[in-house]
Each structure stands twice: as C-alpha cells, then as structure tokens.
C-alpha cells in the first residue's frame, strides 16, 4: 500500500539527516527529480499487498527504471545495468520506510531495486533472501540477520514477537510507531485522496495522531486456533524458513500459512485474566486422558476449531471473562473437564458458550451455539453505558482507546444541544456509537448485517433506557432501490465501515442523500482515503459531482504494535 512519503525521499537526503532526525524532512518538495522516484515507490509498496483494496494507477508503471553508469546529480554511484537480483539470492538490504501495513521498503545497497520485507524496520541495515519477484519491478525478501539496527531500536518483551506476526513493531520504540502510522495517513489522504497537504488548494485538515497510553494487555479479545502442525522458527539462513512437526497445537497462525500453529503461552496484548485461561487450557487439552483432537485442515476431521477469549466489565467496574470453544460437532462431554478446571480457578469466568461450525472453512463464527457456563453474554462500560457482548458481536476491541474514539465522534458530530438532530449510524455493529450519542438527539437510526449484532444493539438500548433508537438488519453492500424509506432524513451520518470500505451503491446514495455531515470512521485509511475521494471529489464513472468538503483526519492509534491505524474523519456539505 501506499508509503511513507518522508523515508521514501530519503534517496534524495544525505544518510545522516535521514538515519539521525527523519521527522524534519519536509512533506513536500520541489526537487523534479523526486516525482517518477516517488510515484514508483508508491506504485511498488501499493502492489506489493495483493489483499489490497485499493490500486493506484501510474503512468508506466510496469517499465522498470534503468540506472545510468556513473554518478547521478546527487553524487551516488550508480550500477552500469539495470540491477535484477534472483529469487534465493542473498543481498544487503537498507530499509528506508514502513508502508502501510508494516512492510519495510528497502533497498538493495548501492543499488535502487526496490524490495519488501516483512519487519524490516526504518534505519536497518540487513541481509535478506529474494523469496518472490514481481516482473522485474520489486521484490519480497526474508531477513536473514541484522548488520545495523534499526532507528529507535528496542528490545521486544514477547518471546514470541519474532515470530507470530501480531506485534510486527514491538521492538519499535512506541514513539517512533506513531508517528510513522501519522505519516501513512498523510500520504494515504494525500496521494489517493488527492488531498494536497500543502500547497495551492490545500487545507490544514490533518490531526496529529491519538496515541494510546495503555500499550499492553489492551486488547479485550483474541482468538486462537488449534492445529495438527505444530510450527517453530527454523534457519532461515540456510533457506530452510521453517520447522513443523505432525504435533498438534493451540496458539495463533503463522504468517501465510492457514495450517500451521505457533504455540503460544502468554500474549502480552490480551487481558491477564485471558492469559490464565490460555494457560488452563494449553495444559489440559492435550492431556493423555482427554482424548481431544485438534480439527485437520487437510482432510477435515477433528473436534478442537478455535479459542475466543473476551474480556469485560461488570456494573461495578470489576473485570469479567467470555470463554468460546469453537468446534466441529456439540460434545460438550469432551469440553467439561477443562471447562471444570476454569471455574475453579478464575472466577472472572462468568461465561463459557460453545459454538458449532461445520463447515470446512476457518472462520470461528458458529451456526449454533451452546452455554456451558453462565451466560450468553458479557457486559463492558463505555462511555456511561452499559453494553451487553455476545460471543460474534463485534465490538471496539481496545475498549480504553475506544473511550477516546467515541469522544472525538461527538466532538466532530457538534450537536446543537436540543436534541433535534436525526442520526445515520451505518455498519452500526451492536450499536454502540449511535447509543453513546443517542440521549443528545433526536433519533438514531442503526443499520448492520450481522443478525446477533443487530439483536445486541436492541438489548443495548433496552437496558440502558434509550427508546429513541431503531436498528435495522441488511447488508449496506447490496442496497435497492427502496433504501432510505426506513429512516428519516439525517442530519448526521455515521459510517464506520470494515477494512473494504464503502461500496460505491452507498457513495452514490450519500451524495444525493446530502446530508449536512458525514463522519467517516476507518480501520483502513487506503480505503478511507479513496472514499474521501468520492465523497469530496464525485465518482467518474458514474458522472457524479462531489458533495463535501474534508475538515478533518484524526488518526487513532487503537492498536499499539501492530501496522493497523483508526481514522475519524470529518466532512461537511458543500
């Protein structure tokens, strides 16, 4: 995806200001050289996610660019050919930026080929193998070994961060994560949004990035999954990536490898109740006497699926825990001796529900679910609520950062304060934005595909009081015709929508519904920014004029650690 535009100008900049005080490189620039240099940049790191939702087309992207013999302007020797490594060949490496997503862009040294690294960090210097070519244009590599650490180099207190690829950045001093994730939504808005930072038609919209003050065990759910393919690192440097054996284990997915498992112990992001439950449950499941088997990938047998671990809060502030055992078949005989062992030694455990998949694929999502302990349900405090969890509902995964989140939606959302305004609240998921919202105004009005989630939101408002919210059930990506004749006219809308973003059937109803405000909430900001694009700037294909004008990018960092950025974005009619 698109990277950071101040690191990958650092070609251009002497290696001591670029290694020693990056953040005083300027935004922009006026060096002409600069542009096919960056473009092609911006092209390779776009590319190089293949997930990716978002393409940034450029003009001759797929030629290569050629290096002349000699010094270039700048005095940097260059190659006499254009350089093309092989794949398994080893090569130095310098890393120049993150691209969104937490891929390194580097550099093979003394030469301009642009390569990806999975934790490659700004400032390192390495050896990486060549693992993929991309048609001579970029490639991937696998780090070997570290020649010179990275700029703000700290040391990661997971054993497993190395490895697991949840905490990429751990051994990133925090500092330095924020504002890199700062950067890639200035390049993101800028570069695919065409919002010009500076310059002729630019405004100061952009926020300096939320950090979050609570950077471990904030995360209030995690999932693990269990396997037949037990996986530890294995020496990379011999081109052997790593070592599996046929025993099964509990603990999270190895970076893409749906059927192998990295045991885990103890995760330093999840509640340390969630880590007392994990214990409990990596020592009993493989006891001898137990006779439960993890479910095959390969040829779809076996009981054990996942292990959904969800913390919460009571009425009292006092931490309570959500148990959920995903499995193949309901043989909750085979479940009891660990569920036994559980209550008897966290009482936190106030809910302990197994959930039954039988489909082949890997989602945790069961089609029937059973309680084992307790209840259904957990409850979480924010921002003077109280919300009821099941176990698929989706709810704000930091819930210490989501306090803040919710606080600048109704910053942004400015209501008049007498209760007349009429609320939107797309992707709603249990309702929490719209209900945190809901006693200033006049109406709120939900709207959300997941049926539990939906079902969730109504037992949220009844029992926080709130009568003057509906929620609607339906897919906001295959809206008809006939949309918009449940609610009445917004005045402001909310759309948090997941990481795909908007489809463009729902752009095109804002932009006739115009409504006074729009407040976009993002886990993606590539997609966020092409959305912005839309709304402020009209749809091509469809002819369509833009409607709003961007006021506001405040990026949130939810999830410390991690590549991932939250985005709470303001427009307002034109």
């Known amino acids: 995806m698109a990277c950071n535009v101040l690191h990958m100008l650092g070609r251009y900049c002497t290696p001591t200001a670029f290694q020693s005080n990056p953040k005083k490189l300027p935004l922009t620039t006026t060096h002409t050289p600069l542009v096919h240099h960056y473009r092609r940049q911006l092209s390779v790191a776009t590319e190089a996610e293949e997930d990716s939702e978002v393409h940034i ?92 650490p990275h700029n703000d180099s700290v040391v990661a207190p997971c054993e497993h961060a190395a490895d697991c690829g949840g905490c990429k950045t751990q051994n990133l001093a925090y500092s330095a ?15 695919i949004g065409r919002f010009p930072i500076r310059g002729p038609g630019s405004v100061d919209y952009m926020k300096s990035i939320l950090p979050c003050d609570v950077q471990f065990h904030y995360r209030n759910k995690m999932e693990f ?20 054996t046929n025993k099964s284990a509990l603990g999270l997915h190895v970076p893409g490898c749906f059927d192998k498992i990295l ?31 993890a479910y095959d990938v390969h040829t779809h047998s076996g009981f054990l699926k996942h292990l959904s671990l969800r913390a919460g809060r009571d009425e009292t502030g006092l931490p309570t825990l959500m148990v959920n055992f995903v499995t193949s078949s309901y043989k909750p005989e ?5 569920v036994s062992k559980i209550i008897d030694n966290i009482p936190e455990v106030v809910s302990i529900v197994n959930n039954i998949n039988t489909s082949v694929g890997n989602t945790s999502i069961g089609e029937e679910e059973y309680i084992l302990h307790g209840n259904s349900t957990i409850t979480e405090c924010l921002r003077g609520l109280m919300f009821e969890i099941s176990a698929n509902s989706f709810f704000q995964t930091n819930t210490y950062q989501a306090e803040k989140l919710y606080q600048l939606i109704e910053e942004a959302a400015n209501l008049r304060g007498d209760g007349s305004e009429i609320v939107l609240d797309l992707f709603c998921g249990t309702g929490t934005i719209g209900l945190t919202l809901a006693k200033k105004v006049k109406y709120v009005y939900g ?22 919210a509906k929620f609607i059930e339906g897919d906001l990506n295959k809206i008809g015709d006939d949309f918009g004749n449940e609610f009445s006219h917004p005045d402001i809308i909310i759309t948090d929508p997941n990481r795909p973003g908007m489809h463009t059937k729902l752009i095109r109803f804002l932009l006739n519904l ?40 405040q990026p949130v960092d939810m999830f410390p650690h991690t590549p991932h950025i939250e985005c709470v974005c303001l427009l307002e009619l034109c």
Request: proline share 6%.
């Open 57 to 148: 087309p450029i003009a001759g992207e797929d030629k290569p660019i050629p290096t002349i013999a000699g010094k270039d302007g700048l005095g940097v020797e260059s190659h006499k050919k254009p350089f093309y490594p092989k794949k398994n060949q080893v090569v130095e490496l310098v890393c120049e930026s993150l691209a969104y997503k937490g891929k390194g862009i580097c550099k093979i040294a003394e030469s301009g080929f642009v390569v990806m690294c999975d934790r490659a960090l700004p400032g390192e210097r390495f050896l990486g193998r060549i693992t993929r070519m991309k048609k001579g244009r970029f490639a991937e590599v696998k780090k070997l070994n570290t020649i010179s």
């Open 177 to 191: 994560q924020v504002w890199a994730k700062e950067q890639q939504v200035h390049d993101l808005i800028t570069h």
């Open 225 to 244: 999954s269990f396997g037949t393919k037990s996986w530890r690192p294995g020496d990379v440097v011999q081109g052997q990536d790593s070592l599996f």
């Open 263 to 293: 045991p885990i112990n103890n995760c330093l992001l999840q509640h340390k109740i969630a880590n007392q439950v994990l214990a409990i449950v990596q020592e009993c499941w493989q006891h001898p006497a137990s006779n439960i088997s």
């Open 334 to 338: 085979l479940l009891q001796p660990i």
């Open 447 to 468: 709207y959300e595909v997941v049926p539990q989630a939906v079902a969730d939101a109504h037992r949220n408002a009844k029992r926080n009081d709130i009568q003057n």
């Open 514 to 553: 115009r409504a006074s405000r729009v407040i976009y909430v993002s886990c993606n900001p590539a997609t966020c920014a092409r959305d912005l694009d839309y709304l402020c700037h009209g749809l091509p294909e469809s002819n369509m004029p833009g409607a709003y004008q961007l006021k506001c990018v």
